[in-house]
């Protein structure tokens, strides 16, 4: 079972930083698509940002470009969200999630993480 594993959520401060991880299981994974995304109670789940297989390309949500910066480590098999600047709007549960191609990058990812809480107080 090819699974994902995410950390790096907690509770920090408006204007603060903090850094999430996912680390992939399996092989099969390892060139895919990686994604964050995240869900606020009583809204709809949004596109935060999204890395290639290479790590070479990178796309970002409107609402969070130059604050957040998506990257991997393919040896370490792993894909971390840098979040800074941070705002009380950004409170919400963070999941990462992997495809195998770079079409519909909003939606039908085929392996998703746990998800893990980001509060951000004013």
């Known amino acids: 079972q090819e699974q994902l594993v995410e950390s790096g959520g907690g509770l920090v401060q408006a204007g603060g930083s903090l850094r999430l991880s996912c680390a992939a299981s399996g092989r099969t994974l390892s060139s895919y698509v990686k994604g964050w995304f995240r869900q606020a109670p009583g809204k709809e789940r949004e596109f935060v940002a999204a890395?290639?297989?290479?790590?070479?390309?990178?796309l970002y949500a409107v609402s969070v470009k130059g604050r957040f910066t998506i990257s991997r480590d393919n040896a370490k098999n792993t894909v971390y969200l840098q979040m800074n600047s941070l705002k009380p709007e950004d409170t919400a549960v963070y999941y990462c999630?992997?495809?195998?191609?770079?079409?519909?990058?909003?939606?039908?990812?085929?392996?998703w993480g746990q998800g893990t809480q980001v509060t951000v107080s004013s």
């Open positions: 999630a992997a495809k195998s191609d770079w079409r519909n990058l909003y939606d039908y990812y085929d392996y």
């Open positions: 890395v290639s297989g290479s790590g070479i390309s990178t």
